[in-house]
């Protein structure tokens, strides 16, 4: 059974920082390309940022970078997204998702596997 879990969501200062972390079981995690996306109350889901399978490429949002870092733990099965400098707008549902596909993908339709989600609420 696959599974994905989100974890390490909560309530954080603007400006502060946070840990999210997806934690991977029931498929081949090391030949699956990683994703977080996000999604804020009345808006579409949004992708946020990807990593590739062996960590080879990295992809953010625009409104992300330099903010935010993917990294992944093949050992273990786990993705995280470290969120620094966050802002009021960074307040959503993060979710992880798993992707077959090589190449760098942003759309939702891309992946195949999806968590629960974990929610991310920013105050000023």
């Known amino acids: 059974q696959v599974q994905l879990v989100e974890s390490g969501g909560g309530l954080v200062q603007a400006g502060g920082s946070l840990r999210l972390s997806c934690a991977a079981s029931?498929?081949?995690?090391?030949?699956?390309?990683m994703g977080w996306f996000r999604q804020s109350p009345g808006k579409e889901l949004e992708f946020v940022a990807t990593?590739?399978?062996?960590?080879?490429?990295?992809y953010y949002t625009d409104s992300v970078k330099g903010r935010f870092t993917i990294s992944r733990d093949d050992a273990n099965n786990t993705v995280d997204l470290y969120m620094n400098d966050v802002y009021f707008d960074d307040t959503a549902v993060y979710y992880c998702?798993?992707?077959?596909?090589?190449?760098?993908?942003?759309?939702?339709?891309?992946?195949?596997?999806w968590g629960q989600g974990t929610q991310v609420t920013v105050s000023s």
């Open positions: 990593i590739s399978r062996g960590s080879t490429n990295k």
């Open positions: 998702a798993a992707s077959t596909q090589w190449s760098t993908r942003t759309g939702p339709g891309d992946y195949d596997y």
């Open positions: 029931g498929f081949s995690f090391n030949t699956h390309r």
